[in-house]
């Protein structure tokens, strides 16, 4: 939208101003404005989660008791045999496809295919939808079972659980927020509404956004189960 | 997406003036009226603050003749006072107030890029401020546990609103942040992107880049705040130990353990330093204005003051633990945390020398603006030089949590951006109302709260070295030397009148909307696009069917050979406005 405003202006007012004006006229980047709002919204939501996973590296290091051992907790059993991080492994697997699916939506969104990029948008709401499903039943193992809480556990400070569903509850909650901003934006796919307003950008940032929640995942991953 | 993207549209066709009366000053999308709308609440909240402060005041200077609070009372009235004046006055204020007017109307836009989005930010922000305001009221009263909220006493029994208060405070400021966040990613966009034609950000008036600046600061400081209040929220709410290390208080033991009162510093300060320059840039841009428009002149060493604005901007968040050298941290820390500080100080004063070089041969004008302004110089450089005493971490040690650190952060973040709220609400007035405001109101306020404040703080600096505490609500054992309870007394009475004086400024607000001069469409003569809009007050859309081109920087004042004083910046060169060789037409 606002790149077709720069083309529609007439340059007749004044060659003058616009020799003397470079690159910096009117925008400083020559993208969309959604785009660049969702960059730096996502610029300061790095932020938030620097801070969390900072402080989580704080109280993990300063607190005098033994860390639990995560390869222990995080394990599923399979008939007899407990596989150490396995729930982990399939849940990770199903978020890093899901990015994939989103990076061919996009695609096809610039290529104007409408059923195909609904459908492909909605796969990756779906596998979205089963991260956090699989993330539901991790919690519901972890509370039920090994009887981990916020305030305390048998298996290490009482800062692992406290730490471990602040943050992946604050993950997960960005992750079910996606899920709900891709069936939106699908659903506006479907029923033209980018076709007539002329462009597909918007399936682009939410491209990003979902891409981003991604990417903190491979960070909380590697923190959580893998230190 | 529900919003009609036309910020930098030519065609009006796009804005269907809101007609009834509901959604053009209550639903408004247009971002005047948010402005206005963020102003009076922040105006509104701020004045409880001044009111606690006053208490306080009065408990201080006259010990045992009022008894209006209680020693908990007191407590809960600094925090108050703190926590409101920073944030849901001075931030709201700064950002949601004038970002939301000057930014469109400076950048020569039609209004926010998603207008949609920038009035959900303001009912948002109301919101933080119930739920503030409902801290009041609930079991407990609200929170005393000083604005920097400190745990472990934040929510520890024996501090007041230690069960309900400091929930209400955690909850109201994510709300805020919430609220900023929206109307913050919508103020950097515009800049950045929605500008008119031939507004090359190197043409952008000073107050822009300083209110640019300040929501960027905010954009990447409010997330610490927010993920401490997060945890704070826990630890006091589901019993998580953050924040809580295992202690014994008031004869019995919580059942927290292993947390680290430190982080919840870091986390503070990472947010608090940067906060004082949330308030702070966007006053130094808007005073660099208010002085060149009234001193006829341009401002000096404009691209350094951009510069400087930015480098002030970057180094905000190096410097945080300046305000925990008695902590306990390691002492290395505080070694890299006063170079810092004292490295900030360069392009601050940079900024000072160049305020006063905007005067220099100016053709001044002692307008009521003009007045605020130069007061504003008085106490920035009086607050920042005892800020050089407390960056370093062998005078700081002495003083710190002393009435020196009062006098100082009052002087500088508390005096100072106020005096540029009253300059700007002086200068903007006319073109918001279309009345001038009463002058002689506007001088009368000015000397009363000008020679105020130093009879306030003034005295403190003094008090702080005599080693005065803060947040002490009465000396009675203490064997300070006479002069302190006179002092006291006399700070109080100085107080009094300044909070006083702050009703000249509500009336001639109301009484000139009324009764003021008609003011014309620039009454200033000033060169930014804001001054010529086809309408006063400007209509929604800004500008009528044609957006404004700009030619020139913001600054051509008494240019040689210039038939006018001053060249508004959409002027195309010609005989009687000649081009200039400032930063418009090189850039
Ligand atoms: C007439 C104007 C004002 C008066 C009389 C006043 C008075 C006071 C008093 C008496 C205290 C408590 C000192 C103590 O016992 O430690 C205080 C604290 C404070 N004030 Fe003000 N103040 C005024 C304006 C402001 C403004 C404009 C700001 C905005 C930045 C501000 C920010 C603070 C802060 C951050 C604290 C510290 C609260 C704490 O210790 O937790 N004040 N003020
Ligand atoms: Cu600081």
Known sequence: MATDVMTAQAPAEGLHGVATDFAADKQAFPVPWGKVMMWIFLLSDTFIFSCFLTGYMNVRISTTAKWANPSA??????????????LIAIMTMVLITSSGTMAMAVNFGYRRNRSVTTALMLVTAGLGACFVGMQAFEWSKLILIEGVRPWGSALGPPQFGAVFFMVTGFHGLHVSAGVVYLCVVAMRVWNGFYDRKGTYETVEVVGLYWHFVDLVWVFIFALFYLW | MAYVAMADRDDPHALHDPQSFVTKYIWSQDHKVIAIQYGVTAIAIGLVALVLSLVMRLQLGFPHAFSLIAPTDYYQAITMHGMIMVIY????????????????????????????????????????????????????????????????????????????????????????????????????????????????????????????????????????????????TLD?????????????????????????????????????????????????????????????????????????????????????????????????????????????????????????????????????????????????????????????????????????????????MGVSPILVVFGAVYHWYPKITGKMMNDFLGRLHFWITFLGVYAIYLPMHYLGILGVPRRYYAYTTTDFPQSVQELNRAITISALIVGAAQLILLYNLVYSLFRGKPSGPNPWRATTLEWQTPDTPPHHGNWGPKLPVVYRWAYDYSVPGASDDFIPQNVPPGPTAPATHGHGSDT
Request: include cysteine.
């Open chain 1, 73 to 86: 907790v995080f394990s599923l059993a399979i008939g007899q045999t407990e596989v150490p991080l396995l």
């Open chain 2, 236 to 412: 006091s709410t589901v019993g998580t130990s953050f924040f809580m290390p295992a202690m014994v208080s008031m004869g019995h033991s919580p059942t927290h353990s292993g947390g680290s009162p430190l982080l919840f510093q870091h986390l503070f300060w990472f947010f608090g330093h940067p906060e004082v320059y949330i308030v702070a840039l966007p006053a130094f841009g808007i005073v660099s204005d208010l002085l060149s428009t009234h001193a006829r002149r341009h401002i000096f060493g404009y691209r350094m003051m951009v510069w400087a604005i930015l480098a002030i901007g970057c180094l905000s968040f190096v410097v945080w633990a300046h305000h925990m050298y008695v902590s306990g941290m390691n002492p290395y820390f505080g070694f890299f945390f006063a170079t810092t500080t004292l490295i900030i100080a360069v392009p601050t004063a940079l900024k000072v020398y160049n305020w006063v070089l905007t005067l220099w041969r100016g053709d001044i004008h002692l307008t009521v603006p003009m007045l605020f302004a130069i007061g504003f110089i008085f106490t920035f450089i009086h607050g920042g030089l005892t800020g050089l005493f407390l960056g370093n971490v062998t005078v700081d040690v002495p003083l710190s949590a002393t009435y020196f650190v009062v006098a100082h952060f009052h002087m500088v």
């Open chain 2, 89 to 232: 006055l001075l931030t709201a204020l700064f950002l949601g107030g004038f970002g939301n007017y000057l930014i469109p109307l400076m950048c020569g836009s039609r209004d926010m890029v998603f207008p949609y989005l920038n009035m959900v930010s303001y009912w948002v922000y109301l919101l933080a401020v119930i739920v503030l305001v409902i801290g009041f009221f609930v079991p407990g009263g609200p929170t005393g546990a000083g604005w920097t909220l400190y745990p472990p006493q934040a929510v520890s029994k024996g501090t007041p609103g230690a069960t309900w208060g400091i929930v209400c405070m955690l909850i109201s400021l994510g709300i805020f942040i919430v609220a900023f966040t929206m109307g913050g990613l919508n103020y950097v966009t515009t800049v950045l992107q929605a500008r008119c034609r031939g507004m090359t950000l190197m043409r952008m008036p000073l107050s822009v880049w300083g209110i640019f600046t300040a929501t960027i600061l905010g954009l990447l400081a409010f997330p610490a705040l927010l993920v401490s209040a997060v945890m704070m």
